[in-house]
């Protein structure tokens, strides 16, 4: 999948953000990017380099995450030959290749104390100390960092040093979650969904019908701009008909009435309260006032049965075992809501 550098959306928190990010872009200080994940502190940290006076010059990220412990200090600064087991030969870090432009350093939080430490005298300083080695280099680096924690809270349980905080935090940027960008989910999907139809040879786009629509508005998208990606994409590749709108979403790609039997047994020694006679689907019901109880009974009825359906491909059998019911029942119940076309 290719990198996404664009910045599509409408919503003023999230133009806001953008806007912030364009403004500090000019200054040579320190950033600090907040915000869940997949909702684009990446593409955030790239603006930053790309609209700064170091855009010509190196642009190199580390995701601290993706080091142990024991390494993190030897990517960040370096290491002379003989530092350590294995270190053959001397090597550069990453504050020295990126000497003279930015360094994107993702997940902070996770950072040890002790790599903490070094990383703030190089901030404090501009200088840096190869594993191993006596003498300190100078470096001149505009330090972008990301994070998905709180890092005040962090200072607060000590776990993220205070004075390294003050000295990343000149501007800090907070992304909102895709859930508070009044307007952008539809926006967003639009984007991916002509794409992905693009992509599989579609001779136009449908656009999304009302159930699509509606599902798109409800759900609470934990995993932001990345999840809706996956979902819209996924949506258009599986769906039949292209001259049709795309009118069913599968929010759990793992959703499926032949889940491991592993995974069934953890769901039920959690919720040891629960028993077989609870109907699942019951807890999703709306408990708002009703007017015509047999109405809402059909509707909801309705509903789960799509649902179910599109889960299920489509495939009135497995639907059938997915619920509980026969074949015949299935086919009766399709019939009374009209979804057995």
């Not at 040579?28 to 010509?56: C, F, M, N, Q, Y």
């Not at 489509?314 to 299935?330: H, M, P, R, T, W």
Request: proline letters at 6%; charged letters at 25%; one cysteine or more.
């Amino acid at each position: 999948m290719e990198r996404e550098t664009q910045f599509i959306g409408q919503s003023a928190a999230f133009q806001d953000a953008v806007e912030r990010a364009s403004l500090a872009a000019s200054l040579d200080r320190p950033v600090l990017v907040i915000g869940e994940r997949g909702t684009g502190k990446e593409l955030i940290a790239e603006r930053l380099h790309r609209l700064s006076t170091r855009w010509d010059r190196p642009y190199v990220i580390m995701n601290c995450a993706a080091m142990p412990e024991t390494l993190i200090e030897s990517e960040l600064f370096g290491h002379e030959a003989g530092a350590f087991t294995g270190a053959t030969r001397s090597r550069a870090g990453r504050f020295e290749e990126a000497d003279g432009g930015t360094l994107f350093l993702d997940e902070l939080a996770t950072m040890s104390m002790g790599a903490q430490e070094r990383l703030l005298r190089a901030v404090e300083y501009g200088e840096v100390t190869r594993v191993g080695a006596s003498r300190p280099i100078r470096v001149d680096v505009r330090i972008v960092a990301a994070t998905n924690e709180h890092l005040p809270a962090l200072v607060d349980d000590n776990r993220f040093r205070a004075d390294l905080l003050d000295r990343l935090s000149f501007e800090v940027i907070t992304l909102p979650p895709l859930r508070a960008r009044e307007g952008d989910i539809e926006v967003l999907a639009t984007y991916f969904g002509q794409r992905m139809a693009a992509v599989i040879g579609w001779d136009e786009w449908p656009g999304f019908g009302p159930r699509a629509l509606a599902a798109m508005e409800g759900h609470d998208w934990p995993g932001n701009v990345r999840e809706l990606r996956n979902v819209i994409e996924r949506a258009i590749y599986r769906w039949a008909d292209p001259t049709k709108p795309v009118d069913a979403l599968s929010f759990d790609p793992f959703a499926s009435p032949w889940q491991p039997a592993v995974r069934k047994a953890a769901a039920k020694a959690e919720a040891p309260a629960a028993t077989t006679a609870d109907p699942a689907p019951a807890a999703t019901a709306s408990a708002g006032p009703v007017s015509d109880l047999r109405a809402a009974v059909d509707a909801y009825e309705r509903t789960i049965l799509a649902d179910t359906m599109a889960r299920c491909r489509f495939n009135q059998k497995v639907a059938a075992e997915a619920l509980g019911l026969s074949y015949d029942q299935i086919r009766h119940a399709l019939k009374k809501h009209g979804l057995n076309q």
